[in-house]
């Protein structure tokens, strides 16, 4: 499973680089190359190796993984439809062999957690709702610390900022005693750059990294709640009305 997220999230940094070099090279050639260019000028080449080998792929891994987040942390992975409808069919006729074989194939958070209740309920429902209960945390866990990048990127984007700032300005304050007064503006213009471009790419990188994971965060947590409510209504019969013949435990595949 790990191995198939790090390929999801190659294939949507790779995705927001191609989007991003494509967004470029639209504005190149719309405007014959001029506007565009003393933007890049301005706004990347004069930020330096920080804001290129730093920041700017920063901003791209943003993009990449509020993209695979987008796609992976939805209604339909978490509580599908069919997925509920199928799971209660199967309870209400008594088909608990099948409902166990179903929810163990299915991928859904729904299917993952129905699966675990109905393993333990030959033990009683207090430890179907235990078992839920656990696998509810624990998969919650694990999508808080798979949000948790857009977190690490959003703290560590300013410090870079500022320090980028505080390299332009010691270059600025060298080129001062070098030349042994205040320079002509020219001079120091390439200092000053430094100092302000990667000030700004640590905060355009920051913003949207944070604001996207309190958004996630916020999600997974509406999320997880609608999936407990769900679990807990197609697991109810068995505390109000226990099914004659319940499910003998089986082994996952």
Not at 44 to 54: N, P
Not at 205 to 225: E, G, H, K, Q, Y
Not at 228 to 251: E, G, I, M, V
């Amino acid at each position: 499973m790990k191995s198939s997220e790090n390929v999801s999230l190659f294939r949507s940094w790779l995705i927001a680089t191609l989007t991003l070099l494509a967004l470029s090279a639209s504005a190149f050639a719309q405007d014959g190359g001029g506007a565009a260019m003393k933007v890049f000028d301005h706004f990347l080449v004069r930020g330096g190796a920080i804001t290129w080998f730093v920041l700017v792929p920063l901003s791209v891994a943003t993009v990449a993984l509020t993209v695979e987040y987008c796609m992976s942390i939805r209604r339909q992975t978490f509580v599908p439809v069919e997925t509920y409808d199928r799971v209660s069919d199967h309870l209400k006729k008594r088909e608990y062999t099948e409902a166990i074989n179903f929810t163990a194939n299915e991928p859904s958070l729904l299917a993952t957690v129905v699966n675990t209740g109905l393993l333990e309920s030959h033990n009683g429902y207090a430890a179907m709702e235990r078992a839920v209960e656990e696998t509810l945390e624990e998969r919650s866990a694990r999508l808080m610390r798979k949000i948790e990048y857009l977190n690490v990127i959003g703290n560590i984007s300013p410090m870079v900022g500022l320090f980028g700032t505080v390299y332009g300005m010691i270059g600025l304050f060298a080129t001062i005693k070098q030349e042994g007064g205040m320079p002509e503006p020219a001079t120091i213009a390439d200092d000053i750059s430094i100092a302000l471009v990667t000030t700004f790419w640590g905060l355009l990188v920051a913003i949207p990294a944070l604001s996207v994971f309190a958004l996630f965060r916020n999600r997974i947590d509406v999320l997880t709640a609608e999936c407990a409510l769900a679990a807990d209504r197609l697991l109810t019969p068995f505390k109000t009305n226990p099914p004659a013949a319940q499910p003998a435990k089986t082994q996952q595949p």
